[in-house]
Structure formats: structure tokens, C-alpha cells
């Protein structure tokens, strides 16, 4: 690993149309990780269409990695079942925040770049990284990948506040 370069928070806030693992839905969990860091979200019974609205904190270092996620389904009696994955390149974030901090100024709202899908993402859309209340933020919809259907919305913000890191593994 790198420098350190500060912390993210990432805010894990729903999914949408994922797929059925169990007889007619399933219990959806998420899976983050960021280097050696693991973070998991809270099971939601029987649906395809979940709110989690979790908040998770990790740190970053240079050069910046790749958020990966992995969505499960929650099985008593056997292996959690695989429902996608998705992974992010946090370069673009990290590259705002300099640009950002170079030219010393940003309004409230300003956005400072714009991602577009490609190789280095799964996003299901173009997403805006943006100057919000001091924090540099992006908003994100991944697809899943390797699943019929699914996508995640995240919310990711760099920031210099101090949060708890998860456990590494």
C-alpha cells in the first residue's frame, strides 16, 4: 500500500431489480472492499428492490484503488448465494479532490468532473463527482455484473473528517 491519502465514506443507499436466488425473492446483502478492508451491510428479508442507507468508512491511499462490492443472498441451510458484483475506480474521485484543492476554489454545487461507464467501472450511468458541504462527493449507480439484472447505488465522499475504519482481513 501507498501513502495514505485520507478516508472515504461510502454510503451503500439501495438496490434495484436484482435477481431471485430463493423461491420467489431473496435476502440481499453487500459485501465492500477497498485494499485489505471489508465492510458488510445488514441482510433485508425478502426483497429485490432493498434500502440500506449504511454508511461505512475506509481508508484511502496512493495510488487510489478499486472499490469492489458483491451482493449475496442470505441462505440459512446453505452457502450464500453469489446475486453480482461491481467495482469502481476511486481515481476519478481522488483526481477531483486535487484539482479541487489546487485551484482553492469551488462553490457550493460545483460539479468538478464527470465519469462516464468504461473498463475501469461498472457504472450503469454517467456520474457527477461534485463540491457538496466541503466534501468532494459522487454519486454512483453500478450495474452487477455476471447476474440476469441488478444495480447499487452508492454515495462516496472523500473527506478529512475522522470516522472508524473497518477491521482489515
Known amino acids: ?25 431473496s435476502d440481499p446483502y453487500v459485501v465492500l472492499k477497498l485494499g485489505n478492508q471489508t465492510a458488510k451491510t445488514k441482510v433485508i428479508n425478502s426483497c429485490l428492490n432493498p434500502v440500506w442507507n449504511e454508511e461505512f468508512c475506509f481508508s484511502i491511499s496512493e495510488p487510489a484503488e478499486v ?3 458483491e451482493v449475496f ?8 448465494d453469489k446475486m453480482g458484483n461491481a467495482h469502481l475506480s476511486l481515481q476519478p474521485l481522488v483526481a477531483a479532490a486535487r484539482l479541487r484543492t489546487i485551484l482553492g476554489m469551488a462553490s457550493e454545487g460545483t460539479t468538478l468532473r464527470k465519469v462516464i461507464p468504461d473498463k475501469d467501472n461498472c457504472l450503469a450511468i454517467d456520474s457527477s463527482i461534485s463540491w457538496v458541504n466541503g466534501e468532494v462527493v459522487q454519486d454512483v449507480w453500478l450495474r ?4 440476469e439484472s441488478g444495480d447499487i447505488e452508492l454515495k462516496i465522499k ?3 473528517l475522522s470516522c472508524v475504519v473497518p477491521a482489515s482481513t
Open 73 to 80: 443472498d442470505k441462505d440459512h441451510f446453505k452457502a450464500d
Open 158 to 160: 472523500l473527506s478529512d
Open 67 to 69: 472499490l469492489k462490492l
Open 1 to 25: 500500500m501507498g501513502d495514505k491519502l485520507g478516508q472515504i465514506k461510502v454510503t451503500v443507499i439501495k438496490g434495484r431489480r436484482l435477481v431471485i436466488r430463493d423461491f420467489k425473492t
Open 144 to 147: 452487477l455484473c455476471e447476474v
